[in-house]
């Protein structure tokens, strides 16, 4: 516990920062994929390019405002709550799109969805016994699903777009694993003393 007086001497971080503008770029930049996502209908190659560039950018957003907030103490409580919004609108948003457009089977993307959903749930059942933090196996679910929606949005050659299927079942598999995993941490931290 910090001493009462050493925390009133720390000031209190500044809501607009470095970090939380960059997670608000991100949320910014989800309805503009979805548009360009929507214009191509995923059949004009240069829609579909933008489209894919705008995701790898707000993609990159992801590992750049957290890295920014950790490294100059920029942590927030409207970056804790904006940060996973942004992701998950992001990400549902494009998984959406593709199964909408008949690329990827809506179980996937009801699967992805449903941990994604059901983790954040589970950080809000156990707030008050302490925090989930994310795993190295998180981190890992999240690069294979960044690259597996990057991969079916990029208007790839017939060869290559074979691919893309490989990808995204191991991001299901990592999905689902590291979906377990939260699942028994939170029940841990629910039942320690």
Not at 65 to 82: H, P, Q, S
Not at 93 to 105: G, N
Request: hydrophobic share 55%.
């Amino acid at each position: 516990m910090t001493d009462p007086a050493v925390r009133a001497s720390i000031p209190p971080v500044p809501v607009v920062n470095a970090a939380n503008a960059i997670t608000t770029l991100r949320l910014f930049l989800v309805p503009v994929f979805v548009l360009m996502v929507t214009a191509s209908e995923m059949t004009d190659r240069d829609w579909r390019i933008a489209a894919c560039v705008t995701f790898g950018v707000a993609s990159l957003t992801d590992f750049i405002d957290g890295w920014i907030a950790r490294r100059y103490g920029l942590v927030t409580a409207f970056g804790k709550v904006a940060d996973p919004i942004a992701d998950k609108a992001l990400t549902g948003s494009a998984l959406v799109l593709l199964s909408w457009y008949d690329l990827l089977p809506w179980w996937v993307t009801a699967a992805i969805l449903v941990r994604e959903i059901g983790v954040t749930l589970l950080r809000f059942w156990v707030i008050r016994y302490g925090v989930i933090a994310a795993s190295r196996g998180g981190k890992i679910k999240t690069t294979l699903q960044i690259l597996a929606i990057t991969w079916y949005l990029w208007p790839f050659t017939s060869g290559l777009a074979d691919v893309g299927p490989w990808i995204m079942a191991a991001a299901v598999i990592a999905t689902v694993v590291t979906g377990l995993d939260y699942t028994v941490r939170a029940l841990r931290l629910r039942s320690a003393p």
